[in-house]
């Protein structure tokens, strides 16, 4: 893969040559063909869907059901398996608010806010049991886990990719277990389906949630995944124009699903933006991206390992490092590194929990993409040295 190549693709690093992008967890950058893609939508294709009988209402209709496919196809679910939302974090508060639960809702304690507060009120206010899967930087204990599911477990959510650690979890052997014990599974693919193939069938998931501006598609754009029979049983989340069939004054219809799902008017444009973020994932292919990740991770790591006071909380495989360095807060090792032209990401990522347990308020995370190179991650540990000589 010639990352050096893929970066001219992206204009950001055409006006900033000088910039080092290290916060692709966050949220990565956008190809051209992706904000060209999504200004020919406003240019020529434009109108609401679903309802405007006219030309430009045809091709915007059909521009989003062209873009539902092709997520479809991405992750090997069904058109009509596919819910546009506004981002990973709406997705599982689509699932928490629509989905009947009668049992105990289980999350790893690595988890993303987003993956488990909706989870946590939900079990507050139906009076439902929830429980931390015990978690570290290899992932969830899944002896633990083996325990912790009886015939009271409802349902299990977990992510793909720790957001913190930057390891895989083992959805497939979670998939089994919540199955066998008639409980549901939720995956959090924000931080995987960008970078490993992912296959619903193959999974054999539930609900799989994701974010577009972690693929290189725009920000506003999320999708929910969920097997047709459960969107199916499932009560709306939202109501209002575009979900239903029929309302009468003293009745109302909804529409089938998905549209059940979708009220109001979508983020049309960002959907064909995310189509084409795909196409281009797709030929660069997400193994080879994956593949790519991990070296630059792992030069990170090696680089890191060499600098004193640095303490690396990622394992060798991850495909994103979190560390600390002793005396320095980590606002102040991304402060000093955004001097240098480096971005990366300090903060407690959403995971106060993990941050509680493991004693600290706040890790510095890099987090590389498709278009970083060597050069990038050695400019990153140059900046880390300087960082050192500040608080030395
Ligand atoms: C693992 C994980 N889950 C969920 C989210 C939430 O994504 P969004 O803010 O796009 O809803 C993130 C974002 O950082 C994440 O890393």
């Given amino acids: 893969m010639n990352s050096e190549k893929l970066k001219k693709d992206f204009s950001v690093f055409q006006e900033k040559p000088e910039l080092t992008y290290l916060d692709n967890a966050a949220t990565t950058q956008t190809p ?55 981002n990973a974090t709406e997705s599982i508060n689509l699932v928490a608010s629509s989905l009947e639960l009668d049992g105990k ?69 979670l998939a089994e277990l919540a199955h066998k014990n008639d409980a549901y599974i939720m995956v959090d693919g924000a931080q995987s389906v960008p970078r490993i193939p992912t296959d619903v069938k193959e999974l054999d998931v539930d609900f799989l949630v994701f974010s577009g501006h972690k693929m290189l598609g725009p920000t506003g754009i999320g999708v929910l995944y969920a097997r047709k029979e459960l969107l199916e049983e499932m009560e709306p989340y939202q109501t209002g124009g575009g979900m239903i069939r029929t309302v009468k004054r003293d009745e109302t219809q909804w529409e089938e699903s998905p549209q059940k799902f979708e009220a109001g008017t979508p983020n049309i444009a960002g959907t064909v933006g995310l189509a084409e973020a795909i196409e281009y994932l797709e030929n660069v292919g997400l193994e080879n991206i994956q593949e790519h990740e991990k070296e630059l991770a792992e030069q990170m790591i090696q680089g890191l390992a060499k600098i004193d006071g640095v303490k690396v909380l990622s394992p060798e495989s991850a495909c994103l490092v979190s560390f600390t360095m002793k005396e320095a807060h980590p606002h102040d090792i991304s402060e000093i590194l955004n001097q240098e032209d480096v971005a990366i990401r300090a903060g407690h990522h959403c995971a106060q929990p993990l941050m509680e347990k493991l004693g600290v308020s706040a890790t510095a995370r890099a987090s590389p993409y498709l278009y970083n190179t060597e050069e990038d991650v050695e400019k990153f540990l140059e900046a880390i040295r300087k960082v050192r000589e500040v608080f030395r």
């Fill in 32 to 86: 051209e063909r992706v904000i060209e893609r999504v200004n020919r939508f406003y240019r020529e294709e434009n109108a609401n869907i679903g309802r405007s009988l006219h030309e430009l209402g045809y091709r915007a209709t059909e521009a989003y059901e062209n873009s539902r496919k092709k997520v479809a196809d991405f992750i090997g679910g069904r058109k009509d398996e596919i819910v546009f939302t506004r």
């Fill in 105 to 173: 809702i289980l999350v790893p304690e690595t988890a993303h806010h987003s993956e488990q507060l909706p989870w946590r009120r939900k079990a507050e206010e139906e009076g439902l049991e929830f429980e931390f899967i015990p978690a570290d930087e290899n992932g969830i204990d899944l002896e633990a886990a083996e325990k912790m599911f009886d015939e009271d477990t409802a349902l299990v959510s977990v992510s793909h990719v720790s957001n913190v650690y930057g390891n895989d979890n083992p959805v497939e052997e």
